[in-house]
């Protein structure tokens, strides 16, 4: 794959030996593009390190393109540099200060910091910074993903102890595309269960296991429980032996054939 989107750069750049002629040259800002989509292939396929080199050659052609910065963010962030990741994120929304998708972006990485604790006696004040962010992308009427932000901001109230908040934020992400919003379905599911309303819990699963979100196998597994809890045995055997089927060789595999030993 890797010497495919090399060769489709190479063509794309130089042209087939015919880089002299002016009408097939490329501009710095036409290279600097094809650069950026190299990069998001190598992205897509985990090699981050091409990733990283394509982005410096982007860079080099159009410093002031604000999609380098946030793609160099996601990456960073891959390879575990999180401070790195949040620089070119700020440098995103730098270049282009309504840039909803590096604020979510930021947002998450600011939250997840936090939350893990690197931030040490500022972590109060990064956790305020990053709803900030979250909230500003979620509320851009023209960012087409801002059910991301909303299940984010879910995520950060649901892990700061405050249920009801999260869950209206997990309800309106559900609301914007209730298909790709696999995750705030995922956190109602937790919501629910704790609640103790185990077949409501089994259903949000269940909803974060559909289409584009076929392969969540933790999901997959939470619905199997939720339906134990509610003494739906035969259902959840079902759901368990699926598990075993779908995703062998898994941890969620490994606790589901656990989960079989011990349904009635």
Known sequence: MRKGVLLALFVALFGMGCASNSKTRKSPEERAQLFLEAAAASKSEGDL???????VEAEKQNP???????????VMNSKGESQLAIESARRAIELRTNYSDAMNTLGRLLMEKAQRGDAGARTASM???AESWLQKASSDLLYRDAWKSKTNLGILHYRSGRDTQ??????????????????????IGHLRLKAGSFLEAARSYDRATQKFCAGF??????????????????????????????????????????RLKSIP
């Open 49 to 55: 390190t091409s990733a990283l080199q394509y982005l």
């Open 64 to 74: 002031s393109l604000p999609e380098i910065f946030h793609l160099r963010a996601i």
């Open 127 to 129: 956790l305020e910074e």
């Open 166 to 187: 999260a869950l209206q934020y997990f309800s309106k992400a559900t609301g914007d595309s209730p298909a790709q919003a696999c995750i705030a379905h995922y956190y």
């Open 217 to 258: 196998a933790d999901a997959h597994l939470a619905e199997g429980v939720a339906l134990e809890r509610a003494r739906e045995y035969e259902q959840a055997r079902k759901k368990f032996l699926e598990i075993t089927r779908s995703f062998p060789n898994s941890a969620a595999a490994e606790q589901a054939v656990s």
